[in-house]
């Protein structure tokens, strides 16, 4: 069977719930001014949705990252641009953070899951968010310690 190409009207992003040691996810500003998880577009020489958001989490905060499982799919309607289809994985930066900001973002910033209702956060990041936070907790415990050095992924 063959299959013709064409072209999608949904655009594709994946996007890190970025966690450090004490449980703050990593954000940046977007030209909206909306906090975002980061993460983008696969391009031709990614060859996997983690390497994918490997590759993005290095280009837009000069950090290398371990990936983990899928946390979240959604849809999300951006005015005047479109529909994209999100997927978030879970993730965690390998060895200390020391942010560099790329030019995808205007900020970078960590923050504590108290603190997502407080910014200018669309729904469906904040609820990947909360799902990853909730997938990490329970399959290791509400020690965040523990995850750090045992999150399975490359």
């Not at 993005?56 to 983990?68: L, N, P, Q, T, W």
């Not at 936070?133 to 490359?154: H, N, T, Y």
């Amino acid at each position: 069977m063959t299959f013709a190409p064409r072209e999608s009207p949904i655009d594709t992003s994946f996007k890190a719930v970025l966690l450090d040691r004490e449980m703050r996810v990593l954000l940046g500003t977007n030209p909206r001014g909306e906090w975002e998880l980061l993460g983008g577009r696969a391009e031709a020489q990614d060859a996997s949705p983690q390497d994918t958001v490997r590759r993005e989490v290095r280009e837009e905060a000069g950090i290398d990252i371990v990936v983990g499982a899928i946390v979240d799919s959604w849809f999300y309607d951006i005015p005047g641009k479109g529909r994209v289809a999100v997927t978030s994985y879970l993730a965690r930066p390998i060895g200390d953070v020391s942010l560099a900001l790329g030019t995808e973002h205007a900020d970078l910033a960590f923050f504590h899951a108290g603190e997502l209702d407080d910014i200018n956060l669309p729904k469906g990041y904040r609820r990947s968010i909360r799902l990853g936070i909730d997938q990490l907790q329970a399959s290791r415990g509400c020690d965040p310690g523990q995850w750090i050095g045992g999150m399975s992924g490359r």
